[in-house]
């Protein structure tokens, strides 16, 4: 935007008072500011922009008592892009990150963020993108995916999980009329389900994932093995028979489009294992030691980065020897998978030992797990399950 003094226009130039000039009277022994566009142009335009971003069409009659003030009328509706917006809140550099500039925020600021990481306590700082760290803590901590409200503060800011109050959190029962739900679900809310390529959920919605991904990896055989919702992200593994192939691709929020992951362990292209992937609270496990054993026991532990779009090898790791895979199971803290085969539940800890929970001989139903918590699925309904 021009200003008078930037317009080389005659103006009042006590800089001192005003930086940029403003306005000087004419005067019977001084000639004013003109009447001019390079100075009057831009505020004029400016406004009118406002009314036609706001959907307001001019109605070309003098703003005032009777008639209104259309440009008033403009502000009502505008938003603000700093708290109207979901922010998301990212690890970057051993701090917690938010995509704003603090200098412009006022003491106290308060806005509205989806974690992408789980709650860290060694993390104790907070910074914008200008780079100025505040303290920063989480009460009840948070999980990704959790929707947080943070109140800033140079002094000290928190984060309060709004998720913790029932937003995202698990009931003792759910609904499962359509099948089979996804084997891991990292929020809560609605309930996804995997068939014959494509995830739908019970509001109703459906998207042929496998379609898309075919189309994308120029793989017409492609097949979608199983989805996942991890950190708040639905994660796919799909095989392509024609090249033995295996792919991990991240979906986007609005379903349009997937990105191909990058992973940093050789998945052996041209060679089929049982590859499954399992998933805890935020670590992506894979079987077969990432389809390069045939040794369904031998697990790979990753860390996924959805920022990167990258998925990292962390460490590996056996259970017994007699463990198959399945996709009924579930993750329980970092230690232990439940299985569910047969009627029968069984906890593989990650060192090796085995125990038979029990076994239930007039149904099996499907495992799975929502925001944490564990729940067991029989004819339509989900009952949470206490695995410790």
């Not at 800033?152 to 739900?181: D, H, K, M």
């Not at 609270?281 to 390069?292: A, G, I, K, R």
Request: aromatic share 12%; glycine share 6%; hydrophobic share 40%.
């Amino acid at each position: 935007m021009k200003s008078v003094k930037s317009a080389g226009l005659i103006h009042d130039n006590d800089y001192a008072k005003f930086p940029e000039g403003t306005i000087k009277n004419e005067t019977p022994t001084a000639e004013g500011t003109a009447v001019v566009r390079e100075l009057y142009g831009d505020p004029l335009t400016n406004i009118y922009a406002i009314l036609k971003d706001r959907g307001i069409a001019l109605n070309n009659l003098e703003d005032n008592e009777l008639n209104g003030y259309q440009l008033l009328d403009a502000l009502r509706l505008l938003v603000n892009e700093l708290n109207d917006v979901e922010q998301i809140l990212t690890i970057d550099a051993g701090s917690w990150k938010i995509g704003l500039d603090f200098t412009l925020l006022p003491e106290k600021y308060i806005l509205f963020a989806k974690a992408s990481e789980n709650f860290n306590p060694a993390l104790t700082f907070i910074k914008g993108t200008a780079g100025n760290d505040y303290p920063f803590i989480a009460v009840g901590g948070f999980v990704a995916g959790n929707e947080l409200m943070i109140v800033l503060s140079e002094a000290g800011s928190v984060a309060y999980n709004l998720s913790a109050l029932g937003i995202n959190s698990s009931p003792n029962e759910l609904f499962t009329p359509f099948g089979t739900p996804l084997q891991f679900m990292s929020l809560a809310g609605k309930i996804w389900y995997q068939e014959d390529g494509k995830i739908f959920s019970d509001k109703p919605e459906i998207y042929d994932i496998q379609a898309r991904i075919s189309e994308k990896e120029a793989a017409p055989n492609l097949i979608l093995l199983q989805t996942i919702i991890i950190k708040g992200n639905f994660l796919c593994l799909s095989f392509d028979p024609d090249n033995e192939i295996y792919f991990f691709h991240k979906i986007l929020e609005d379903f349009s489009d997937m990105v191909l992951m990058e992973i940093d362990v050789d998945l052996n292209p041209g060679t089929v294992y049982d590859l499954h992937m399992y998933a805890g609270t935020d670590t992506l496990y894979l079987s077969n030691d990432s389809n390069n054993t045939p040794d369904d026991y031998k697990f790979s532990e990753h860390f996924v980065d959805f920022v990167n779009n990258t998925i990292s090898i962390v460490s590996s790791f056996q259970l017994n020897e007699d463990f198959r895979n399945t996709t009924n199971a579930v993750i329980v803290g970092k230690e232990k998978l439940y299985t569910l085969v047969n009627g029968e539940l069984t906890r593989w800890d990650f060192d090796g030992n085995v125990t038979i929970i029990n076994t239930f001989n007039s149904f099996v139903g499907v495992l799975f797990d929502v925001a944490g918590s564990v729940y067991h699925s029989v004819n339509g309904v989900a009952k949470k399950w206490e695995l410790l």
